[in-house]
């Protein structure tokens, strides 16, 4: 019998991301510089709740995550019926393509970003096109008049891997004209809130647009990637249509408790955004001053590098120093002279500099 398969899905290719390979054994002693999490950690407040209710495993979670879409309506102060929860914010990215992008679909992707725009759109088949730039914010008329009619436009803000960020009315000048062509902006804010001393998020715009889907992350603020829990803002039918289609019992019970915790403490992002400012400024300023490292313009915990040596190359020498960073020639649009560092400690930090200082 020859089973039948999506063409889609033949010609589908996951992304590799950066990080551990979780096939190998950790070595502990590794300084993760490719993972783009909170410098400071995960909340104390979170590994207590997770300690005390580790019985509750042996119950199945709640369906809803109601309880934390009442703390994520006091933490947005959007409405409940504006929000969802999901399994890490990559869940809810595949069930908006799943439920409103198709073969018809004309897709704007800025480029490099996150690839998994791209990927979750091939497997809608989607017409996808590409806009090239390192700051779009200088490119943004021209961006804006790509824009297709019944379509869909992806903005990652600040940009994983640039670290640019565009302003709250650039973002609503996309907004208006992709409304004008019936074309959905989705945004993603996964590290809106590692933006120290700004606050350029257009979550709140949801109540008023209702061609605009925001996405969040709690992995990156909270420093949470093991947990998987992520969440989204949207029009009340955006969120109906995506609550319809959710798979059940996604996000586990250990995961919203980890999610209620964290919402409950706003101070751990200030003590974030204050490392997060400090050493954002000696990364760059050191790495700068070493021959054949370009560092660009970033606004958050992490800094792409263009580099005259081999990417896998530096990579493979970092890693002798115990030190991993993200080989970025897999990102479109970027090629094997291109790295990025996350923002850690500033113990951490010197290792780093000093490691590249040593590497001829």
């Given at each position: 019998m020859k089973i039948q398969i999506k063409s889609s899905i033949i010609r589908h290719v996951p992304v590799v991301h950066g990080g551990r390979n979780p096939s190998q054994s950790i070595d502990s002693q590794i300084i993760d510089f490719s993972s783009n999490v909170s410098p400071i950690g995960t909340p104390l407040s979170v590994k207590k709740i997770l300690k005390k209710n580790i019985e509750n495993i042996k119950h199945y979670p709640d369906f809803s995550s109601s309880t934390v879409i009442s703390s994520l309506k006091k933490y947005t102060n959007l409405e409940k019926s504006n929000l969802i929860v999901g399994n890490g914010a990559i869940e809810i990215l595949y069930n908006f393509c799943f439920a409103f992008l198709s073969k018809k679909t004309?897709?704007?992707?800025?480029?490099?970003?996150?690839?998994?725009?791209?990927?979750?759109?091939?497997?809608n088949e989607c017409q996808i096109s590409y806009f090239k730039t390192m700051n779009l914010s200088e490119n943004l008329d021209i961006f804006i008049s790509k824009i297709p009619k019944n379509g869909c436009v992806f903005i990652c803000n600040p940009n994983n891997p640039t670290g640019q960020l565009l302003l709250k009315n650039q973002l609503l000048q996309i907004i208006k004209k992709a409304k004008k062509?019936?074309?959905?902006?989705?945004?993603?804010?996964?590290?809106?809130?590692?933006?120290?001393?700004?606050?350029?998020?257009?979550?709140?715009?949801?109540?008023?647009?209702?061609?605009?889907?925001?996405?969040?992350?709690?992995?990156?603020s909270f420093a949470l990637p093991g947990i998987r829990i992520g969440y989204a803002a949207g029009s009340k039918e955006i969120i109906k249509i995506l609550q319809k289609i959710k798979i059940p019992w996604s996000v586990n019970s250990l995961a919203q408790d980890a999610a209620n915790a964290a919402l409950e403490n706003k101070s751990h992002l200030v003590k974030s955004n204050f490392v997060i400012k400090k050493e954002l400024n000696y990364l760059t300023n050191k790495i700068s001053k070493l021959n054949g490292f370009d560092c660009n313009n970033s606004s958050t915990n992490f800094i792409l590098i263009k580099i005259m040596k081999d990417s896998?190359?530096?990579?493979?020498?970092?890693?002798?120093?115990?030190?991993?960073?993200?080989?970025?020639?897999?990102?479109?649009?970027?090629?094997?002279?291109?790295?990025?560092?996350?923002v850690k400690s500033h113990n951490d930090n010197v290792k780093l500099v000093k490691a590249l200082e040593k590497i001829k």
């Open positions: 004309k897709v704007l992707i800025p480029i490099p970003t996150f690839q998994e725009y791209e990927t979750a759109s091939k497997l062509l019936s074309t959905i902006v989705f945004v993603d804010e996964c590290f809106i809130e590692m933006v120290p001393e700004s606050n350029e998020s257009i979550i709140s715009y949801v109540k008023k647009y209702k061609n605009l889907f925001v996405l969040r992350s709690l992995t990156k896998t190359q530096l990579q493979k020498k970092l890693l002798e120093h115990k030190i991993l960073i993200r080989d970025c020639k897999n990102f479109r649009g970027l090629n094997n002279h291109h790295i990025r560092i996350a």
